[in-house]
């Protein structure tokens, strides 16, 4: 299968000018499951209205994570996923994830990829144990306000994501 970038990067500019709907999926993404030994995950409540298609997705849950961006990649390439899922860890949740207390090497979960008409589209998922992470005063807020929320892997059906393709993460790869 040949590749258009072209085709690629024109997607991806009416995407972000959001003349044409969906997210601007050009890329490599990363998304960080969050456990706890009772088998619970952590979800969070999109608070960005709109930055996807245009709905109203406030009150549906995601995975944190986001994209892994060219300055993720520091040093040594195979960290770049680790450092992406860090920064958006700490962005959307505020706990700061320790990548020294994880499993070497670290496994990157294929998530998902989508490779067409004027997309490439990948996603990984990073396992991480809660005593990897970090409290803050920021995580706590966010707890306290429902914006996150600890969700056992038997309820998560229950749960309404903000995408297919996010509820197949959460419910596959946890």
């Given at each position: 299968?040949?590749?258009?970038?072209?085709?690629?990067?024109e997607?991806?500019?009416?995407?972000?000018?959001?003349?044409?709907?969906g997210?601007?999926?050009?890329?490599i993404?990363?998304?960080v499951?969050?456990?706890?030994?009772?088998?619970?995950?952590?979800?969070?409540?999109?608070?960005?209205?709109?930055?996807?298609?245009?709905?109203d997705?406030?009150?549906?849950?995601?995975?944190?994570?986001?994209?892994?961006?060219?300055?993720?990649?520091?040093k040594?390439?195979?960290?770049?996923?680790?450092?992406?899922?860090?920064?958006?860890?700490?962005?959307?949740?505020?706990?700061?994830?320790?990548?020294?207390?994880?499993?070497?090497?670290?496994?990157?979960?294929?998530?998902?990829?989508?490779?067409?008409?004027?997309?490439?589209?990948?996603?990984?998922?990073i396992d991480v144990p809660?005593?990897?992470?970090?409290?803050?005063?920021?995580?706590?807020?966010?707890?306290?306000?429902?914006?996150?929320?600890?969700?056992?892997?038997?309820?998560?059906?229950?749960v309404?994501?903000?995408?297919?393709r996010?509820?197949?993460?959460?419910?596959?790869?946890?």
């Amino acid at each position: 299968m040949e590749i258009n970038i072209k085709k690629v990067l024109e997607s991806s500019e009416k995407r972000l000018r959001r003349e044409i709907p969906g997210a601007v999926a050009t890329g490599i993404g990363v998304f960080v499951i969050v456990y706890r030994d009772d088998l619970e995950i952590l979800v969070r409540t999109r608070t960005e209205t709109g930055s996807l298609t245009g709905e109203d997705l406030s009150k549906k849950k995601e995975l944190p994570g986001g994209a892994v961006d060219i300055a993720d990649f520091e040093k040594e390439y195979d960290s770049a996923p680790v450092i992406a899922g860090a920064r958006e860890l700490f962005e959307e949740t505020g706990l700061i994830l320790h990548p020294e207390k994880l499993a070497k090497p670290v496994l990157l979960k294929p998530a998902w990829a989508i490779i067409g008409e004027g997309i490439i589209d990948l996603a990984f998922a990073i396992d991480v144990p809660f005593f990897a992470i970090e409290e803050t005063p920021l995580y706590k807020e966010l707890l306290n306000e429902k914006k996150l929320e600890w969700v056992h892997v038997s309820e998560l059906e229950k749960v309404e994501f903000i995408s297919k393709r996010m509820a197949f993460l959460a419910k596959h790869l946890t």
